[in-house]
C-alpha cells in the first residue's frame, strides 16, 4: 500500500514570495492533515480536513496560508507572502476515519526555507 | 489542556546497550489515546504504537516495549539490545476525544558503534 506522498521535498525561497505544496493522502483514507515542524520542535497542527471539508484550522495562520482539498483526495497548502519564520518542515498526514484518536501515518514533508 | 513532555533532548548510547525514553503527560479527559513516533534522518515521522487510557498493559514489539503507568501519566518506551539504525528522533503524542494531536518537543537518540 502506497504511503502518504508529497511535493517538492525541498524548496527555497526569498520572504515575501509564495510557495505552494502538494500532499496525497493514503488512498481510502478520509481524514488529512498538516502539519508545521520548526526546527528543534514537535509537529504543529495547522489544519485538518474531513473529505474536503474543514474540521480545525484554529492554528492556521489565515493571513498567509490557506490550504484546500478538492475532490477530498489531494491537497494543497500555500503560503504568500512568505516570511522568514515559515522555514519549517510541512508535514501532510492522513488517517481512515474522523477524529484525532485515529492513527496519523504521515509523508516525508517539505523542507521550506525562507531566506 | 492537554501537555507532553519528554524531558531528555538527546541521549547518546553504545550498540546494544538498552536505552529508555521517557513521556510525562498531562490531560483532564478519562479518555485518550498515546502515540510513540520514529523520526529517521529522512524526515519522515513512522508510527510505532497507539494505546488507549483504558489499556495499561504494557506492549513488547521485539526489540521494543512500553509501560503505560497511568498512577504517573507517563508512557515510556525502551528499547533493548540498541542498534545504530535506531538512531532518529523519537516524539510522544496525545489525543484527548476530539482534540489535536499534540505531540512532545521529541528525543534525539544516537546509537553509536
Known amino acids: 500500500e502506497a504511503g502518504v506522498a508529497q511535493s517538492p521535498r525541498y524548496k527555497i525561497i526569498e520572504k515575501r514570495q509564495s510557495v505552494a505544496f502538494w500532499c496525497n493522502p493514503i488512498?481510502?483514507?478520509?481524514?488529512l492533515y498538516w502539519y508545521q515542524q520548526i526546527l528543534g520542535q514537535g509537529p504543529k497542527l495547522l489544519i485538518q480536513f474531513q473529505n474536503n471539508g474543514v474540521v480545525d484550522d484554529s492554528q492556521l495562520p489565515k493571513d498567509r496560508f490557506s490550504a484546500e482539498r478538492l475532490k477530498g483526495v489531494d491537497s494543497t497548502l500555500k503560503i504568500q507572502p512568505a516570511k522568514l519564520e515559515d522555514s519549517a518542515v510541512y508535514l501532510c498526514?492522513?488517517?481512515?476515519?474522523?477524529?484525532?484518536?485515529?492513527?496519523?501515518?504521515f509523508g516525508p514533508g517539505t523542507r521550506l526555507t525562507v531566506l | 489542556a492537554q501537555k507532553v513532555t519528554q524531558a531528555q533532548t538527546e541521549i547518546s548510547v553504545v550498540e546494544k546497550e538498552d536505552v529508555t525514553l521517557d513521556c510525562v503527560y498531562e490531560t483532564r479527559d478519562t479518555t485518550y489515546y498515546l502515540f510513540w513516533y520514529k523520526q529517521p534522518p529522512s524526515g519522515e515521522l513512522v508510527f510505532l504504537i497507539r494505546?488507549?487510557?483504558?489499556?495499561?498493559q504494557n506492549e513488547i514489539s521485539g526489540r521494543y516495549s512500553w509501560n503505560f503507568q497511568k498512577s504517573t501519566s507517563s508512557f515510556n518506551f525502551t528499547i533493548t539490545a540498541s542498534q545504530v539504525v535506531d538512531s532518529a528522533v523519537y516524539f510522544c503524542?496525545?489525543?484527548?476525544?476530539?482534540?489535536?494531536?499534540?505531540f512532545g518537543q521529541g528525543t534525539r537518540l544516537t546509537i553509536n558503534p
Open positions: 498526514a492522513s488517517s481512515y476515519a474522523l477524529g484525532y484518536t485515529d492513527t496519523q501515518y
Open positions: 494505546r488507549n487510557s483504558f489499556d495499561e
Open positions: 488512498s481510502g483514507h478520509a481524514t
Open positions: 503524542a496525545l489525543s484527548e476525544g476530539a482534540q489535536k494531536l499534540v
